[in-house]
């Protein structure tokens, strides 16, 4: 069974960072794509970022390109996201997901972010 495990969220001031993190097990992890959604209290789940199979091709939602980083690490079934200049627009539990692109049906808890102004 596919199971996805956050980490990494908590407090943070506006324009710091946060390094998320998610542990995949049950799968050929380097074989699918992984990604990033967060969710905001009272709005529907948003996709934030997605990274393919082998990490050559990079997906960002518009709110958050050129502040966000996707990776991973196939060899530890490990996949990052880097959060930089963040802002309260950014407060949302975030969800770890990895399957074929845009089909997913994994996920993990999630882990709150949360940026004060």
């Known amino acids: 069974q596919v199971q996805l495990v956050e980490s990494g969220g908590g407090l943070v001031q506006a324009g710091g960072s946060l390094r998320l993190s998610c542990a995949v097990s049950?799968?050929?992890?380097?074989?699918?794509?992984a990604a990033w959604f967060r969710q905001a209290p009272g709005k529907e789940r948003m996709f934030v970022a997605d990274?393919?199979?082998?990490?050559?091709?990079?997906n960002y939602g518009t709110s958050v390109k050129g502040r966000f980083t996707i990776s991973r690490d196939n060899a530890n079934n490990m996949v990052y996201l880097q959060m930089d200049s963040l802002k309260p627009e950014d407060t949302a539990l975030y969800y770890c997901?990895?399957?074929?692109?845009?089909?997913?049906?994994?996920w993990g808890r999630g882990t709150q972010v949360t940026v004060s102004a």
């Open positions: 997901t990895s399957g074929p692109r845009m089909q997913y049906t994994y």
């Open positions: 049950g799968r050929t992890f380097s074989w699918y794509w």
């Open positions: 990274i393919s199979g082998g990490g050559d091709i990079l």
